[in-house]
């Protein structure tokens, strides 16, 4: 786990027990039709005539603080279904349709609207239907201020088609896309070190504000990688959210494979350098907290590479598939 993370408060070694006690409860809730385990980017439903449900559920967690400060509510909507799309289409799955669960301290329905708007540009780049949600007031329970979100994607997938550890090999080709900045991950870290004085700062190096920076919303890369997992390019697909480069990738790697990727083969935005350095983090930290400017790594063959490369904008070979285990960084 990231030192530095631990130290702003979120303890991810408890997060994983609790998985751990959770996986073992939920396997008293199983029906024949499920497929797959614990632990995937989406859960998986057969539909018994070849065909997959995909479904995955997250929310946008600390970047809300950001949001409330500022006021600026209209971009959050898209980081939360971006954090659920994109999971499903790391198995090959087109997203159909989004449900979203809004809680508030008080109902300002002006504000409901605003953060509505974005999920509803959320689904329209992903491609799927906002189907339904539900708005819950909490006063007491929660500050008059203060609210949460959490969303819900299904997505389909024909099992033949399916992406995974299953369909990597040895020698394969890692390409990352690029993100286009902290996405919703590592913010309770970035608390820490950017105060809301700081929000109206522009440090030279990233040229706009720290508002501006913190709110840019995830990148939505299900129109990329969709097309590509259906002309079968892609062999798993790996979402960096939460525990970065370093407990991402391993997750769509087979027993016996690791892989290595070498720094300096993509641009890392310079907001992880003002980072880096308010927060006195190590270069492990940083790759275990944050996506470091790569928000979605894809696993392919190499004679496949040069087509992804040619599809996915912004995308560069950053490493590839070798025998061992975990992710090197070079």
């Known amino acids: ?45 057969s539909l018994g005539d070849g065909r997959l449900l995909a479904a995955a559920t997250d929310g946008v967690g600390t970047k809300l603080e950001f949001a409330r400060i500022t006021g600026r509510l209209d971009t959050v909507g898209i980081d939360l279904v971006a954090m659920c799309a994109d999971d499903v289409v790391c198995t090959g799955a087109e997203p159909l349709f989004f449900l ?10 002006e ?6 708007e974005g999920i509803v540009e959320g689904c329209r780049l992903a491609g799927c239907a906002l189907l339904g949600g539900e708005t819950a007031e909490h006063p ?3 500050a008059d201020d203060r609210f949460d979100l959490a969303g819900f994607c299904v997505g389909i997938v024909d099992e033949a088609d399916l992406l995974g550890p ?13 993100s286009t900045g902290l996405h919703a991950n590592g913010f309770s870290l970035v608390r820490t070190v950017v105060t809301p004085d700081d929000l109206a700062v522009a440090p030279p190096a990233i040229g706009r504000t720290f508002a501006d920076e913190l709110l840019e919303p995830c990148r939505i890369y299900v129109p990329e990688v969709l097309p590509l997992c259906r002309d079968r390019l892609v062999h798993a697909a790996a979402h960096i959210t939460g525990g970065g480069l370093l407990e991402n990738v391993p997750r769509v790697l087979p027993a016996g494979l690791g892989a290595r990727i070498e720094r300096g083969t993509w641009m890392e935005p310079a907001i992880f350098d003002e980072i880096h350095r308010r ?19 894809l696993v392919t063959g190499p004679d496949q590479t040069d087509a992804v490369l040619s599809r996915a904008a912004g995308s560069t070979r950053i490493g590839e598939v070798i025998p061992g285990s975990g992710l090197r960084i070079d």
């Open 140 to 142: 007491v329970v929660m």
């Open 1 to 45: 786990m990231s030192e530095a993370y631990r130290s702003s408060g979120v303890d991810t070694e408890a997060a994983a027990k609790a998985v751990t006690l959770i996986a073992d409860l939920a396997a008293r809730a199983r029906r024949p039709e499920v497929a797959g385990d614990v632990g995937g980017f989406a859960g998986l439903f």
């Open 279 to 297: 927060a006195d983090a190590g270069d492990a930290d940083m790759f275990a907290t944050f996506n470091m400017g790569i928000g979605m790594v």
């Open 111 to 116: 504000q409901v609207a605003s953060i509505v």
């Open 166 to 178: 299953h369909r990597v090999r040895e020698g394969d080709v890692v390409i990352g896309l690029p």
């Open 100 to 109: 979203d669960y809004l809680a508030v301290g008080r109902v300002v329905p």
